[in-house]
């Protein structure tokens, strides 16, 4: 190679070194000036008109809940409340202070005359403050959880690449009772201190009176609830709806759709009845206007599917769910907005003696809960009062056998003033369970082949259910 050819070659790599030198000098001030800042703001941006038209979307449905509110409580609430008010007024001014007045003229007043006087005033005051205390407007609102959407910041797949390399009526209210009436008013606080001393639901057992109303059945299912102004049964695929003096509508149950109920009763703290099948439970509105169907509570799930749900029973927000046998009860907490919370989860050892083969109901009154268990040394049923939490506070007397270990064939019945009635199906046999735990049975009981008992909650009427015939009696508890 000449030497001419060896210096224009030595000349090239020269000014390649140079523009080399002179490309990295700069890449390294563009990478010493790199800033990408403006990808944050721009991420920011985006989010940030995510959360103006989530607000704002909020805020139309706010403001449309808040219109609907409006609507009911001035269309629906108020002339309900204005007709109540024009009611008890009209009573008071027309029926029964000129009755206060003519005794107070009286020089030797009746005594009873006196006494229904302050019947009826004590009934209008209770059912003042129940106008006042009831919640008459019920707002279902989703847990504030679900309103979560999920919200993904994450690197894409490109910039991972280069760093790695270099989610929510008003019920009837009883007339009052004439003064000049033989009638007697039931649901005055006064008669219901007196009822206890004076009538006794264990008097409809031994009497037999006339029920107020008679229903024929086509099964002789169990369930039933009463509320104040309802009563819900399940008879022959159907749930059916009274009221205190005939059928309101009935509803197609189908077990393949809802599951096979097993138990049911009336909740005072929702307004609602409360449906247990052998794997779910439902809650039914009996005011709601149709379609009005049982909606389904998702979140009360059994153990597995291989553990059957047997019974149910409310204590204000609280409700306990007994398993077949016992195996387990759930304690269940429920919101005001219906929420239902698994607060704990007893197991069989927690209430029942080693040699106990199981419960068959759980039972709540207004201070404890009461279990009925099955012996296993002689079968005999028992009634164990627990507290709240499922503590033992008095062992119950064994009373009349079951049939066997595997048949549970009874009903266990709260009177609500610490006494209990249980109803033997196996033997016909109607127990009842006093203040101290002393078993009596009622041998004269003249209500034959009793199913269930259920007393409204005011303690006004009682419903029995019985077979053969199968039927519904009601009564009036005055």
């Known amino acids: 190679m000449s030497s001419t050819k060896k210096d224009k070659e030595n000349n090239w790599s020269s000014d390649a070194l140079l523009e080399l030198s002179d490309l990295a000098n700069e890449q390294l001030r563009t990478l010493e000036r790199l800033n990408i800042s403006h990808i944050q703001a721009n991420a920011q941006q985006e989010l940030e008109s995510w959360h103006s038209a989530a607000v704002a979307r909020l805020g139309q449905i706010y403001s449309q809940r808040l219109a609907d509110l409006a609507q009911v409580y001035t269309q629906d609430v108020c002339p309900d409340s204005e007709k109540f008010k024009q009611k008890m007024t009209d009573q008071l001014k027309n029926r029964i202070m000129p009755r206060i007045t003519k005794v107070l003229d009286d020089p030797i007043p009746d005594p009873e005359k006196v006494e229904k006087m302050q019947n009826l005033l004590c009934h209008i005051k209770s059912e003042c403050d129940m106008m006042r205390d009831r919640q008459w407007i019920r707002v279902q609102l989703p847990d504030i959880k679900s309103l979560s959407i999920p919200i993904k910041i994450t690197k894409t797949v490109l910039a991972t690449h280069l760093a790695n390399h270099a989610k929510d009526l008003l019920d009837d209210l009883s007339d009052d009772d004439d003064a000049d009436d033989n009638k007697k008013d039931d649901d005055s606080p006064a008669k219901k201190k007196r009822k206890t001393a004076s009538i006794d639901v264990i008097d409809i057992f031994t009497s037999s009176p006339e029920p107020i109303k008679n229903y024929t059945l086509d099964t002789n299912s169990s369930t039933l ?17 009274f009221d205190y003096q005939k059928q309101l509508t009935d509803l197609p149950w189908n077990d393949n759709d809802y599951g096979i109920l097993v138990d049911m009763c009336w909740m005072s703290s929702l307004s609602v009845f409360v449906i247990l099948t052998i794997h779910s439970l439902y809650i039914y509105d009996p005011i709601k206007p149709t379609p009005n169907l049982p909606v389904k509570i998702e979140s009360v799930q059994p153990l597995d599917r291989t553990h059957v749900l047997a ?20 304690h269940y907490r429920v919101s005001p907005t219906s929420q239902w919370t698994l607060e704990k989860r007893y197991s069989k050892s927690d209430y029942c003696e080693t040699k106990d083969i199981g419960i068959r109901d759980v039972r709540c009154d207004s201070q404890y809960v009461c279990l009925s268990v099955m012996q296993q040394s002689d079968l005999k049923w028992r009634l164990d009062i627990m507290s709240r939490d499922m503590k033992r506070i008095r062992r119950g007397i064994g009373m009349d056998s079951g049939e066997n270990q595997h048949k549970f064939f009874s009903m266990l019945v709260p009177l609500h003033d610490q006494r209990w009635l249980f109803v033997n199906w196996h033997t016909n046999k109607l127990w009842l369970v006093d203040q101290q735990g002393k078993t009596k049975l009622i041998k004269d009981n003249r209500i034959k082949n009793i199913r269930n008992i259920c007393i409204a909650p005011n303690g006004c009427y009682m419903a029995v259910r019985t077979e053969k015939p199968s039927a519904m009696k009601m009564y009036k508890l005055d």
Do not use: F
């Open 225 to 241: 609830a009463l509320s104040n102004t309802h009563i819900l049964i399940h008879d022959n695929h159907k749930l059916i709806l």
């Open 311 to 330: 019974s149910i029973s409310p204590y204000e927000r609280e409700v306990y769910i007994n398993y077949h046998k016992g195996i387990h009860i759930d």
